[in-house]
């Protein structure tokens, strides 16, 4: 693929560089390559689920253990401090991390037994006040 956006319009496919769709303020993705897949209607109106299944198209999908026993001594792990070069202005990291934080917490109401109409009104606040570009 060698534009950003690639369209297989015989087979409904569109796949999508991740450094192409990314915004410029998102530094992280320079330090990496990664491609999103999938059909290229979105809808929830349809006879047939099998007609708008990626998954009946997908030939390998590939899961990267982050873990001691991949990071052997012949390849290295890129510490964080290189892949965040500086998380105190980076706009993008910070976003992520709100994001990451309110869905850590929503797992965790969700799995707590009893009301939880306070936490979840709580959350609902945090996310509406940090979650606004200013």
Same mark, same amino acid.
């Given at each position: 693929m060698n534009s950003g956006i690639s369209i297989d319009s015989q087979e409904e $496919? %569109?796949? @999508?560089?991740?450094?192409s769709a990314c915004p410029s303020l998102a530094?992280?993705?320079y330090?990496? #390559?990664?491609?999103?897949?999938g059909t290229v209607d979105i809808t929830d109106n349809y006879d047939d689920k099998n007609e708008l299944d990626f998954n009946r198209? @997908? %030939?390998a999908k590939f899961a990267i253990?982050? #873990?001691d026993a991949f990071w052997n001594g012949s390849v290295? &792990? %890129?510490?964080?401090e290189?892949?965040? @070069?500086? &998380? *105190?202005? *980076?706009?993008? !990291? &910070? $976003?992520?991390? !709100? $994001?990451?934080?309110?869905v850590m917490q929503a797992k965790e109401l969700l799995f707590?037994?009893?009301e939880n109409t306070k936490e979840v009104n709580e959350l609902t606040t945090i996310l509406r006040k940090r979650l606004i570009f200013r």
């Open positions: $496919i %569109i796949s @999508l560089r991740l450094l530094l992280r993705p330090f990496q #390559d990664a491609f999103l897949a198209r @997908l %030939i253990p982050n #873990d290295h &792990k %890129i510490p964080n290189l892949l965040f @070069l500086d &998380k *105190d202005n *980076d706009l993008m !990291y &910070k $976003i992520c991390s !709100y $994001i990451h934080l309110a707590e037994s009893g």
